[in-house]
């Protein structure tokens, strides 16, 4: 399979999930929520041009780091401490189960340890089909939305030290 074809496929398949277009929607829900608060609850109405677009790359900086900050954690910052809590309930739970097997009947323990099993699959390809695509979508559409006043910043700022 050619590279654009799977790129094609991938990203139709991206575009069509309900994961996808929920997380987006949140994102831009929280922008006007943001937005709209900071518009009637924290400028005055002189100069309304100026303060809409401030308030625009206000909210739009605002949401463009939290969805980078949400990103860092899915990359897996702070792993190491989740797994050490995760890995103290895993024991505390195996311990557990361990206790209830030995209660069972060796058909009911084949039993119980088969639907664990499926449980456990179900779970994996759960977390497979989960991807980072609806986080970098976000990202990539408040980075266009922010590069603009990080221009206009940075030449303003350039012509005030000249």
Known sequence: MKFSNW???????????????????????????????VL???????????????????????????DLLILVFRWGFLKRFRSNF????????KAKKESQLKKLSPQEKAMYLKLEQEKIAKKQEKDEKNTHFPYYFVLALFFLILAPFIIIGIVIYSNLKT
């Open 7 to 37: 790129l094609k496929a991938k990203l139709k398949y991206e575009f069509t999930t309900k994961r996808f277009y929920i997380i987006v929607s949140s994102f831009l829900l929280f922008w006007l929520i943001l937005f709209l608060l």
């Open 40 to 66: 009637f609850l924290g400028y005055k109405p002189e100069d309304r041009l100026k303060n809409l677009v401030d308030i625009i790359g206000y909210s739009s900086f605002i949401v463009f780091l939290i």
């Open 86 to 93: 995760s890995n103290n309930i895993a024991d505390a739970r």
